[in-house]
């Protein structure tokens, strides 16, 4: 059975950081490309980030370049989302993505940047 299970959301002060965390199991972790969108209320998921197999190429969506950073640890399959200088438009619920051989996705983690 295939999983995908988000941690690490809650609500935090603008200003203040957060790490996501998602861990794999059920398929091959290291042949799926990871990813970390994100969908805020009224609006449509947006990717945020993501990181290849290999774990050496990144991608970041132009309004969390310089304040977030993604990684992943093969061995343990899991994949990571530092996040830092947080502001209130990064309130929205976060998801985990795997794309591979197939597409899919964890159940989502609510991030609330909030003073």
Known sequence: QVQLVE???GL??????LRLSCAGSG?????????WYRQAPGKEREL?????TQGDITNY????????TIS????KSTVNLQMNSLKSEDTAV???NARGRFDYWGQGTQVTVSS
Do not use: E, H, L, W
């Open 7 to 9: 941690s690490g959301g």
């Open 12 to 17: 935090v002060q603008p200003g203040g950081s």
């Open 27 to 35: 398929f091959t972790f290291n042949f799926y490309t990871m990813s």
């Open 48 to 52: 945020v980030a993501s990181i290849n």
């Open 61 to 68: 969506a132009d309004s969390v370049k310089g304040r977030f």
């Open 72 to 75: 992943r640890d093969n061995a």
């Open 94 to 96: 976060y998801y985990c």
